[in-house]
């Protein structure tokens, strides 16, 4: 949903605390966005919008209910996204309730 800049469809996957801790390596620090600021950044498209490909390089289950999973986004002209997704099992959905990313720049 992301991909294609519809924060509406993000929704059942986007637990209620949702969060996004992003390394800025330029500035050396850790932002962070709440879930309605993240929509609204996807729905305005200054995140998202182009399609990536997703190489999952691990998934730990915690318990029944909870998991982290490390992917590693490409996207051709993109920078690459590093992502720990920290995920929760709410009924018999599973939803994100945190993703720490980290940018790796485009090599010129």
């Known amino acids: 949903a992301g991909d294609q800049n519809d924060p ?8 209620a605390a949702f ?8 500035e050396d620090i850790v932002k962070t966005l709440d879930r309605e600021t993240y929509r609204t950044l996807i729905g ?5 919008g182009y399609p ?6 691990s998934i730990h289950f915690i ?3 909870m998991a982290t ?3 590693v986004v490409t996207s051709p002209g993109k920078p690459t ?3 720990f997704y920290s995920l929760a099992k ?3 959905q599973w939803q994100v309730i945190q993703d720490f990313v980290t940018m790796v720049p485009v090599e010129k």
Do not use: C, I, S, W
């Not at 305005?44 to 998202?48: A, E, S």
């Not at 990536?52 to 390089?57: I, S």
């Open 8 to 15: 509406e469809g993000l929704d059942p996957h986007m637990h």
């Open 19 to 26: 969060r996004v801790a992003l390394y800025d390596g330029k």
């Open 44 to 48: 305005n498209k200054t995140f998202g």
């Open 52 to 57: 990536r490909t997703a190489d999952y390089q």
């Open 63 to 65: 318990g029944a209910h």
């Open 69 to 71: 999973v490390q992917v």
């Open 81 to 83: 996204l590093k992502n």
């Open 90 to 92: 709410v009924g018999a």
